[in-house]
């Protein structure tokens, strides 16, 4: 009769922590950034209907790295949620801060109960009426949740895509300026460098871009605050 190996709880979390990173860790970076005049969410993803970044409710939007097919089945489920708590109570109970508290619960059941964890990443954002009322919150593939408070880099390069934003980033941006530090930040180019260029050009084909305005109705006459932009504008905000 054959014993089972006994494997310590200690060394089975770290053995599943260790796979889902490396996961996330071969995917394509995403930026969530704040700016004056909303949030701005930029991936690198050359597929033109796969996406990385869409709408949850009326003010708050999703993005994620890693396995596709994972991620997506969460983005459902958060639709679903906030259609029902929106319908059953009010549009103002939906929250990004209920709504990651969901995927957190999710995220850890499925850490700790399955035998393999979800590899993704996921940012969950809620436009303000004030910048400092955005809210940015961070879940890992273990259900941890840190709430941001600038912006939120997930995926790929972190720590270098990190570096190039902590010098590129303001606070006062529009949104053409925060998603060019974003897309430079992707592409491993410093915009203060003396206009070198970085070894990599994403054009905007090979960038999923989208925003939530802060003040929808004034600019659009639509309460939802979400818009994703085409290549064309994509373009004219990139330049040459």
């Not at 273990?142 to 939120?152: C, F, K, Q, R």
């Not at 999923?208 to 639509?222: C, F, T, W, Y």
Request: proline content about 3%; some cysteine.
């Amino acid at each position: 009769m054959t014993q089972q190996f006994y494997v310590s709880p200690e060394q089975l979390m770290k053995d599943r922590a260790d796979f889902a990173r490396k996961g996330i860790a071969r995917g394509r970076s995403v930026v969530v950034l704040s700016c004056s005049e909303g949030i701005a969410l930029v991936a690198e993803n050359p597929s033109p209907s796969l996406h990385k970044i869409g709408e949850i409710y009326d003010r708050i939007a999703f993005a994620a790295v890693g396995k596709y097919n994972e991620f997506e089945s969460l983005r459902q489920a958060g639709v679903r949620y906030a259609d029902v708590r929106g319908y059953s109570y009010d549009r103002e109970d939906v929250t990004a801060r209920g709504l990651a508290s969901v995927y957190a619960q999710s995220l850890g059941a499925v850490f700790t109960a399955d035998s393999k964890p979800f590899e993704v990443e996921l940012a969950v954002a809620e436009v303000g009426l004030r910048q400092a009322e955005d809210h940015l919150y961070r879940l890992t593939f273990d259900g941890s949740i840190a709430d941001e408070p600038d912006y939120v880099v997930m995926g790929g390069e972190i720590d270098a895509v990190n570096e190039t934003l902590r010098s590129n980033w303001d606070a006062g941006q529009d949104f053409a300026g925060v998603i060019r530090a974003a897309a430079g930040a992707l592409e491993g180019h410093l915009p203060d460098n003396g206009g070198a260029s970085g070894q990599r050009r994403l054009g905007p084909e090979m960038l999923e871009v989208a925003v939530l305005d802060r003040d929808p109705m004034s600019s659009r006459g639509n309460r939802r605050a979400f818009r994703r932009l085409s290549n064309a504008e994509v373009t004219d905000i990139l330049g040459d």
